[in-house]
């Protein structure tokens, strides 16, 4: 729902959810606000893989605007040119150089020295132009700001690449489209299109233009195909400006123009620039923080910026394109969401912005019912194209359960339901595929394990793609998967389901091999895979066997029942022995060989990798193991080591701000190691004051007395004036408003929390307690 707000005598377009940014401050104090820490060029040099981008756009925004720099330069941070800015589908630039068909020709040097990079406004110097280039936002529109030296030829220049029109319309004004390709591979979307439209205004009417087909310019209004684009040529006086103002949409041209007119009404740069702060700031400051450092400060700031980053909200106007069924929908007042990887988000960035808005996660949530209504099959990786075929399992259900189970339900839950259970039986569980069950997915239904290839065995299976069957990790996230839809099921009276689903959650245990204490392969005879290696087996990626991760790691993915985990590896002693040796357990090989292999395993301390999601929730099982002074030891170490303010700063891929969403619930001192699970664990926060304002304006707040980088083990606790001695409290416990009291010291204290009754619960417990 979009808001016009006034606050201090002006009004706002505040293009978020009601309510959420209302009255956001739009006076800067002298006072270091939240908005003012953040870095986002953290992470733009990857430590092997994925980069990260400098987006300005709002929370959830459409309009996410990062300079298009050197093609082919991964690490975005070292490229050397900036060759434009996104204006919807197309590129924008401004140059004062030589008129061409090709927009390499219209790129510029620039130097980080002399660039602003902030979540509401970018600026840089475009070296070979001597222009200035900035630009701000709104929800679905941008303003660019470009000065210009002293130019007999000071151009505007609108670059699209393939399957695209534009039109040239009056004498300031041009508009298109282009088709919308799927992110994940690269390929157009299935069935019919998807088109992003842009409208473009510019302050200045030039004294001629021309248009682009491939290498032909002309003074057609009118252009189409690949290759197409638009230049304008101006006289500049020395500081002169030209702006231009964007609106962008996935409905129409005309909705594009719309959203422009409504969000950006006037040619006042430096007002929206000023909204979008105070929106930041608001947003920002829903999470206040003391004590710590400057540096810390600033990776968490950025780490919470980006966290706020997706799911994006394409609401136009009550109204939204869904790339599921190729239509436009009435929104009927709830906001629809795309962008999304629930293999990577539903761990711990869902579990964050259900803190801070549960509204607008259920929002999140209806969005995913909407896609199954328009596709016949609920989401994972949701694209305003309509589905990515990426990674294993179906974790929405996570999402909607952690949802429910703590209390916010406010959708359509027998859908949901419905939706997860028809994932559950009917739908392919092969690796990057999303298509019906096949003859594996239903041995793991029948026979409790999906099969690997028994060793030499050659593939069969027509649907198996390249990323081969990862038949480990395939069950366990299955499982975890059947545990949510077991619990959904239970919840709603639905017996017989839920006892179904249950035994099919115990479907870990069937790809443990108690010979070796790991999780292990098993071929379609039942027979363990022979020469298993749970360090360096399985190929590339170890994909004949897991999900870009080993053995190892893949241990320890039983989220949901770790007290059957810690049974299953023989008690506590042996579980807790196995734990600290992935810690230091080396590679088997060379390192630069074992990252070859394992590309997605940045972030290393010893076998474990905060560079990719799988492990992000390990070093809190010492919390169910007895031994909680070692999570505490462990997540500071984490934190220290692989986050930094830099641009190296991230661990590894940030996949939509879920590697951010670890930092900032662990520097807070907890993580949900469960999601679906209404509990938090308890770590070792890095600040002596925290409070987070939640959605329903109750404040949680933690303190930690004499917290420092010494004193980072737990003495005792206290919540809401109770003592707490376990490591560990509930949704119940704070959802109206909590504080967490913890004293801290610099020796642990290994006798809080260690009982066994101390620790969180599990399926295995649950199920015993109510026996």
Sequence with gaps: MKLMIKCAGTFLLLALPAGKYACAQNVQDQQKQPVDYVNPNIGGIGLLLTATEPYVQYPHGMARIAPVTTPGIEDRYLADKIYGFPAGPAMLMASTGPVD??????????????????????EADLQTWGIKAEYTVTQDAVFYRFTFPASQHAHIVFSMQSDAQLTVSGNNAVQGCERVYGPIDNKPAPGEQTREYFYAVISHPPNSWQTWQGTQLSHSPDESGNGIGYVSDSATNGGETIEV???ISYISVAQAKRNLEEQIPQ???DQVKQNARAVWSTALGQIAVTGGSEKQKTIFYTALYRSLQRMTDITEDGRYFSGYDHKVHDADGHDFYVDDGAWDTFRSMHPLQLLLDANQQEDMIRSYLRMYQQSGWMPSFPSVAGEQAAMIGHHADEIILDDYEKGFRDFNVEEAYAAMKKNATEASMLPWTRDPITALGR?????GFFPALAYGEQETVPQVTGERRQAVSVTLENAYDDWCVATLAEALGKAADAAYFFKLAHNYQNVFNPAIGFMAPRSADGKWVAHFDPKLGGGQGARDYFTEMDGWVYTFSVQYDVAGLIHLMGGRDKFDSRLDQLFVEQYGTSKYKFLSQFPD???????????NEPSFHIPYLYDFSGQPWKTQRRVRQIMKIWYGDGPRGIPGDDDGGETSSWYV???LGFY????GSPVFEIGSPIFAKSVIRMGNGKDFTMIANQVSAQNKYIQSATINGRPLNKPWF???QIANGATLILQMGDKPNLQWGSAPDDAPPSMSTLSASQN
């Design 443 to 447: 041995q793991y239904l029948e026979k």
């Design 101 to 122: 068909t090709d927009a390499g020709t219209y790129a510029s040097d620039y130097d980080h020295d002399f660039e602003t990079a902030t979540p509401y406004y970018y």
């Design 245 to 247: 103002r964007v609106g």
């Design 601 to 611: 395993a940045t972030g290393l301390i010893g076998l474990y990798a905060q560079g």
């Design 665 to 667: 619930l662990s520097a």
């Design 672 to 675: 949900p190691v469960c999601p």
């Design 730 to 732: 509930s949704q119940s």
């Design 267 to 269: 040619w006042n740069f």
